[in-house]
């Protein structure tokens, strides 16, 4: 038997895979955004779509350029840092960037330190009443709630404790960036954006304890009369924290990248209300700017995913 590769060749291979990913999902979306129709000219020509001007504007933006040049250029300037210059209003990317990642990554920050506690304390507490009513109920309402669109569950809580009950405000509007400032204005995102991460994360955890504790070493430890803490807290949820790590991952990518719905039913002036408007202005290299973003915070999320998962539940790669 002979060892394939040690961890740090492991780490490089996912690095090199996750460089490529992230120059795949770019040229992606450069793709997409070429195919809508129109383009940033016809966005900014309003309401006075004449073709001359639409060409000199066209041509003023370097829009009449080959899109192969066109993203050569943009990507030659990405590897001095420089993500271009908005097509829309002049202003450099980064500063939109800069603008956004704030309400966005507040919104996952807080979502993520709450995520945690809960779906693993939900999880440990089905599993250990595994068929009894504590783990019936529990099970259902995050079964009911998991069905539930994020968009449907906005407006329902919206309707409810906003503009029934008056206890918090609907929006955010008129808060600006700084939402730290007014935190009855993030209950209600980050309830939403709770929801789903919280049943999901619950389930796996459950089901990942009830396999650990009637494992053959969870008997063997019992046996010895090892207290049922240490099994539950110092054997078992270290194995059922295993592939809850991958989904905590997936869950934090979609908390950076995914929050568009919730961010625009809440009029938060994060990353996804950047990439709307970037979108419907056809503004090709902010779309480009957050595509970089979002495509290395997804490869850093998960390749920390994996080491988690590595080190909770170590496999040896050999071959004969």
């Not at 040229?27 to 940033?40: H, M, N, Q, R, S």
């Not at 960036?177 to 994360?201: E, G, I, N, Y």
């Amino acid at each position: 038997m002979a060892r394939v590769s040690g961890p740090r060749t492991w780490v490089a291979r996912r690095l090199l895979l996750g460089v490529a990913q992230t120059a795949a999902v770019v040229l992606l979306v450069f793709a997409l955004t070429e195919a809508l129709p129109g383009d940033a000219a016809v966005a900014l020509a309003g309401d006075q779509p004449d073709p001359e001007r639409i060409a000199a504007i066209r041509e003023a933006m370097e829009l009449d350029r080959p899109a192969h040049e066109r993203l050569a250029a943009w990507a030659a300037g990405l590897l001095h840092g420089d993500f271009g210059t908005s097509l829309a209003s002049g202003r450099p990317v980064s500063t939109y960037i800069t603008d956004g990642f704030g309400p966005t990554l507040l919104l996952a920050a807080l979502t993520v330190v709450l995520l945690v506690p809960i779906g693993v304390g939900l999880g440990v507490l089905t599993a250990r009443h595994e068929g009894g009513p504590v783990d019936r109920l529990v099970s259902s309402v995050t079964l009911g709630v998991y069905a539930v669109p994020e968009f449907a569950l906005g407006v329902l809580l919206v309707t409810v404790f906003a503009l029934r009950l008056g206890w918090l405000p609907p929006t955010a509007v008129g808060y600006g960036t700084d939402l730290l400032a007014h935190p009855a204005a993030l209950v209600l995102p980050v309830l939403v954006l709770l929801s789903r991460p919280v049943c999901s994360l619950a389930r796996l955890v459950r089901a990942g304890m009830i396999d650990a504790l009637d494992s053959p070493y969870a008997a063997h430890a019992r046996r010895y009369g090892v207290p049922g803490f240490r099994i539950r807290y110092g054997h078992a949820l270290p194995n059922a924290m295993a592939p809850a790590t991958q989904q905590l991952a997936r869950t934090i990518d979609w908390l950076l990248c995914g929050v568009i719905v919730v961010e625009a039913l809440y009029v938060i002036p994060g990353l996804g209300t950047v990439l709307m408007n970037a979108v419907a202005e056809r503004d090709v290299p902010v779309v480009q700017g957050l595509a970089v973003v979002f495509g290395v915070a997804t490869v850093v999320l998960n390749l920390g995913a994996d080491l988690v998962a590595r080190r909770l539940a170590p496999r040896s790669e050999v071959a004969a």
